[in-house]
Nanobody
Framework: QVQLMESGGGLVQPGGSLRLSCAAS????????MGWYRQAPGKQREVVAS???????VYADSVKGRFTISRDNADNKVYLQMNSLKPEDTAVYFC????????WGQGTQVTVSS
C-alpha cells in the first residue's frame, strides 16, 4: 500500500512563506507524476501543481510565480515551496501520486491569516 506523509503546514501571515514536504513509500516513485492538491472549506479539491520524474512542472494559474514544486527522486520526496502567501491559499494541502484516482496523503493544514 502506497504511503504518503505530508508535513510543513501551519499558520503564516499574508506575504509569508511555507515549505511543504511529502515523503512517499511503497511506491515506484520514479514512474509517477507527483502532485499537490488543496481543498478549502466548502470547496472542491483542486490541483495546485504537479511534477514529472524528469522535472517538468505544471501550476494552477492562481499560484504561478508564487509556488514552486520540486522532487528528490533519490529520497522519494516532493516539495511545495509557497511564497507570497495569500488568505485565499488557506486550505488543507494533499500530496498525491497517480492523479485524482491515485493515492493521497492525510493532508496538512495551511492557514494564511493576520
Amino acid at each position: 500500500q502506497v504511503q504518503l506523509m505530508e508535513s510543513g503546514g501551519g499558520l503564516v501571515q499574508p506575504g509569508g512563506s511555507l515549505r511543504l514536504s511529502c515523503a512517499a513509500s511503497r511506491v515506484r516513485f520514479s514512474i509517477y507524476v507527483m502532485g499537490w492538491y488543496r481543498q478549502a472549506p466548502g470547496k472542491q479539491r483542486e490541483v495546485v501543481a504537479s511534477i514529472t520524474y524528469g522535472g517538468s512542472t505544471v501550476y494552477a494559474d492562481s499560484v504561478k510565480g508564487r509556488f514552486t514544486i520540486s522532487r528528490d527522486n533519490a529520497d522519494n520526496k516532493v516539495y511545495l515551496q509557497m511564497n507570497s502567501l495569500k488568505p485565499e491559499d488557506t486550505a488543507v494541502y494533499f500530496c498525491n501520486v497517480g492523479g485524482p484516482s491515485g493515492d493521497w496523503g492525510q493532508g496538512t493544514q495551511v492557514t494564511v491569516s493576520s
